[in-house]
């Protein structure tokens, strides 16, 4: 994969602080800035996040990463998943 592909294969999840906090912590829920900023520590992705979506002049690209919460990751995972079977299946027919 090139490294847009790769990148958008990851998500950001920022959700509730609390909730969220407990199924993903030390920055896990940062995921995708995480891939643009491998060497930014895990205490800062949050902050970086928000910069990034206020201050990117075309933000398109890093918001196709954004995801309201762990369900709406889960099933958008599911369907992309279901969609990729679907093209393979057809393309091997």
Do not use: C, K
Request: zero cysteines.
């Amino acid at each position: 994969m090139e490294f847009t592909e790769q990148y958008l294969d990851s998500v950001n999840i920022p959700g509730n602080p609390l909730f969220t906090t407990l199924w993903a912590p030390v920055g896990l829920r940062y995921h995708a800035t995480h891939h643009l900023f491998p060497a930014l520590p895990y205490h800062a992705l949050g902050e970086a996040h928000r910069r990034l979506v206020r201050e990117l002049p075309d933000n398109t690209l890093y918001l196709q990463t954004l995801r309201t919460s762990l369900w709406d990751a889960l099933r958008r995972l599911w369907r992309e998943s279901r969609e990729h079977n679907r093209r393979e299946h057809t393309a091997s027919a």
